[in-house]
Nanobody
Framework: QVQLVESGGGLVQPGGSLRLSCAAS????????MGWYRQAPGKERELVAA???????IYADSVKGRGTISRDNAKNAVYLQMNSLKPEDTAAYYC??????????????WGQGTQVTVSS
């Protein structure tokens, strides 16, 4: 089993910032990609940002220039710094990781989600 635990969500005023954190634990040999997705009510889950083990990144157009993803490979952790938050950033944010277990099989895991609400 591989578990992902997110933290850092909450209520933020428009224009504010927050930092989401996610730590992976369990039967992990290596992690390839880690990233963040979000899902607003009535909408599909969408990619926010992701980073490979080599440091390559991808961002949704809607967060480019406002979001920064980073990883601490030694801690199996990924972070998302979001600035200049807008009401449309309101969503449940989910951490995602894919990699390989110690026994050699692949894993593709999700966190339980953390709510981000941007409102005055």
């Amino acid at each position: 089993q591989v578990q992902l635990v997110e933290s850092g969500g909450g209520l933020v005023q428009p224009g504010g910032s927050l930092r989401l954190s996610c730590a992976a634990s369990g039967d992990i040999s290596s992690i390839n990609a880690m990233g963040w997705y979000r899902q607003a009510p009535g909408k599909e889950r969408e990619l926010v940002a992701a980073m490979s083990s080599g440091g390559s990144t991808i961002y949704a157009d809607s967060v480019k220039g406002r979001g920064t993803i980073s990883r601490d490979n030694a801690k199996n952790a990924v972070y998302l710094q979001m600035n200049s938050l807008k009401p449309e950033d309101t969503a449940a944010y989910y951490c995602h990781a894919e990699g390989r277990r110690r026994i050699g099989t692949l894993f593709n895991s999700w966190g339980q989600g953390t709510q981000v609400t941007v409102s005055s």
